[in-house]
């Protein structure tokens, strides 16, 4: 453990909240993408089988249920209790798209070949494109509520933290999960753009907006 790897699970439990806070208040899942959701909740699923196999610490399990709970209470808003306020029109992306080419990565490239490392594997690079259904859907929209938008803030500052604390652990461990590092830097990459419209507009009171596609 070292201070990165804290901030970043408090920046990505952060995110978690804030969205289930904005979902639970405006008794809406607008400007929200269930299928990002269903993704997310499917990457927690098949990383943290190892529940039932392994204890860390008490720390490592309690984060790990909290992620799972809150991952699936916000599947179950966006698509149960609040589904009429869903926006099914633009949250159109073709999730086999990405399901297809990430299961077929997980097989080729894995530390073992074995069941829960192959699983592992799969919700290491699934979490690197999870938030595209979420990003294709506010360019479709052209502009996203500034609560989604601190949602998506905290959600790619817990994965900047996480290279932090990749680097700080070669460092200081000689440790290095070329999987992992390589997954990490994908996903940030996809927030770059959003970085700097949300320290552009969003930090400075304006609404995020979007060119909207042709």
Request: overall charge positive.
């Amino acid at each position: 453990m070292n201070i990165f790897r804290i901030l970043g699970d408090v920046s990505h439990l952060l995110a978690m909240i804030i969205l289930l806070v904005k979902i639970w208040r405006s008794k809406s899942c607008a400007g929200i993408s269930g299928k990002s959701q269903i993704l997310f909740a499917l990457v927690f699923t098949t990383r943290y089988l190892d529940l039932f196999t392994i204890f860390i610490s008490v720390y490592n399990t309690v984060m790990k249920v909290i992620f799972l709970v809150c991952a699936y209470i916000t599947v179950y808003m966006i698509y149960m209790k609040f589904h009429k306020t869903f926006d099914r029109e633009h949250d159109s992306f073709r999730l086999e798209f990405l399901l297809v080419p990430v299961t077929g990565l997980s097989f080729l490239e894995n530390h073992s070949f074995t069941p829960l490392e192959i699983l592992w594997t799969f919700s290491i690079y699934l979490e690197s494109v999870a938030i595209l259904p979420q990003l294709f859907m506010i360019s479709k929209t052209g502009e996203a509520e500034t609560i989604t938008t601190h949602y998506l803030f905290f959600l790619g500052l817990y994965r900047a933290l996480y290279l932090a604390n990749w680097i700080w652990r070669y460092h200081t461990e000689n440790f290095y999960d070329q999987i992992a590092v390589v997954s990490g830097v994908v996903q940030t990459i996809f927030y770059c753009d959003f970085f700097y419209l949300y320290v552009t507009k969003v930090l400075k009171g304006k609404k995020l907006s979007l060119p909207m596609p042709v």
